[in-house]
């Protein structure tokens, strides 16, 4: 969002994901007015009114028709000084608010899509929301759920859960990733719902990719924390007993779901802001020949001596992170890596990353790879990229903000149609915990075995990255060994 920020400032008509416009819709606009298909998008990012101005264009071109809904209020950035003395703090980290923010979001839900679909819309258009209320949206606008209809507003939150990651939970990424097919023509997920929250999920016939009880049960963990309280704007979900049944006879597989729960959402919307924390830059450099780990290390370190002998003439700090990682020595393994005793490979690549507060200090870094070619180690046979490209650190910082201050608008073909008012009379702030399943005690203090196992053997994993953040899920109820 900070980046779209960037490009709004250097153009009021930019701000927006332009490949939505010119990729994901330009080429088909005339078969979806033909065939009557509604699309919803959070590719408005910063400047919704801007994309779904571009999205008229497209259309007016192909001479068709088309609603286009714009769903705006997510953007607190006016509200910026009156957050910077309230004693707010991140949600994860506890860090102070920060004083160089550059994006400031609200995750809005479901309703005002539903909202904006109950008003004729064929395109919904939004800044930032929930991913899951994408589908969310269109499910309440179908069935009418209601706001206190919290299980299946868990189910609908659910599906959107599954697939907003696209190709994830069709067999990318997926841990035994030898058993999917044709990754170049991987399908995308399709989910059919009822109006009771069941749903199947499934992918086009003759697309590779896979459906199966494992690549969807490891989206299901994807990102989601506590699995008994995962808190959106609609609903505040239990997903603990969600079921995941494979069904017969579909090309490429499919699932049905169900087991949803939910409890009512918040009085608060999750913010999502970020701030500039410094520069960096990052070098990719081959190194080839005998002891080519050996140079390649070195070759770093002596290149942080020397930018770290410049900053010192010039009054720098010294860098506030730096990481060396030599590929092809195992360093991505930590204590864990199997070190070679025959003198290692014969090439490797330098991957060494340099964080500073200060612009220039990064750029005098940038400079001083290339000598590294003539009066460092031989063997050094290239920049990947070229002269590595300085960029600023942007961070993010979570916080909670009344509904009750959020103003949605809602706009329909440019014009201001409505207020989206919040209906907080389904809210509760009550930390909810819903009980655990008892584990047996039979499973515990289990006595130590002679085998030994990777835990890609065991269990289904997945793991998510949130900023410079990143988590690893996995759990006894996405395990491999409750399938056999």
């Known amino acids: 969002m900070s980046l779209l920020t960037a490009a709004k400032a250097r153009s009021p008509v930019l701000g927006y994901t332009p490949d939505f416009v010119s990729t994901a819709m330009a080429p088909y606009i005339k078969d979806i007015h033909r065939k009557g298909v509604r699309v919803i998008s959070n590719a408005g ?96 606008h179908s069935f009418g759920w209601n706001k206190d209809d919290y299980d299946l507003l868990a189910a609908g939150s659910l599906a959107g859960h599954l697939i907003e990651c696209g190709a994830q939970c069709t ?9 999917v097919p044709d990754w170049h023509n991987i399908g995308f997920p399709i989910v059919e719902c009822s109006s009771e929250g069941d749903f199947i999920l499934s992918k086009p016939p003759d697309t590779g990719g896979l459906i199966s009880f494992g690549t969807v049960a490891e989206q299901l963990v994807y990102e989601l924390g506590n699995p008994q309280r995962y808190l959106l704007p609609d609903v505040t979900c239990d997903f603990s007993q969600v079921s995941i049944t494979e069904i017969p006879g579909f090309d490429g597989g499919a699932v049905k779901v169900c087991g949803a729960k939910g409890l009512p959402p918040s009085t608060f919307y999750k913010v999502n802001a970020t701030y500039l924390d410094g520069f960096r830059a990052t070098a ?124 949605i608008n809602l706009f329909l073909n440019g014009q201001h149609v409505e207020i989206f008012e919040e209906d907080l009379t389904f809210t509760s702030d009550e930390v909810v915990l819903f009980d655990l399943p008892k584990i047996s005690s039979e499973l515990k203090d289990l006595p130590s075995g002679p085998h030994t196992y990777r835990l890609e053997e065991l269990a289904y994993t997945r793991s998510g990255d949130r900023g410079n953040s990143a988590n690893i899920d996995e759990s006894v109820w996405c395990s491999k060994l409750s399938m056999n």
Request: hydrophobic content about 40%; charged content about 20%.
């Open 284 to 407: 990719v450099c081959p190194v080839g020949g005998p002891k080519a780990v050996q140079k390649a290390k070195r070759t770093a370190e002596a290149i942080l001596q020397r930018t770290r002998l410049i900053f010192s003439q010039l009054g720098y700090e010294d860098y506030s992170a730096v990481n060396i990682q030599v590929l092809g020595s195992e360093d991505t393994y930590g204590p864990h890596a199997r070190r070679s005793i025959d003198g290692g490979p014969r090439e490797a690549v330098i991957w060494l990353a340099v964080h500073h507060k200060q612009r220039e200090a990064v750029e005098i870094f940038s400079k001083e790879i290339a000598p590294a070619g003539t009066g460092m180690a031989p063997g050094l046979t290239g920049i990947v990229g070229g002269r590595p490209r300085v960029s600023p650190v942007l961070k993010p910082f979570f916080f909670y903000y009344p509904k009750s201050n959020v103003q």
């Open 45 to 140: 990012g910063i400047n919704p009114l801007a994309c779904a101005a571009a999205l008229q264009e497209v259309a007016k071109k192909a001479d068709v028709d088309l609603k286009i809904a714009v769903v705006a209020g997510d953007d607190l950035m006016s509200e910026k000084e009156n957050l910077k003395g309230a004693g707010i703090t991140d949600l994860e980290n506890g860090k102070q608010f920060p004083e160089n923010i550059d994006s400031m979001n609200v995750y809005l839900g479901a309703r005002p899509i539903s909202r904006a679909l109950d008003l004729g819309a064929d395109i919904v258009v939004t800044g930032r929301c929930v991913d899951s209320g994408i589908v969310l949206g269109p499910l309440i």
């Open 171 to 179: 067999g990318g990424i997926f841990t035994d990733w030898h058993t």
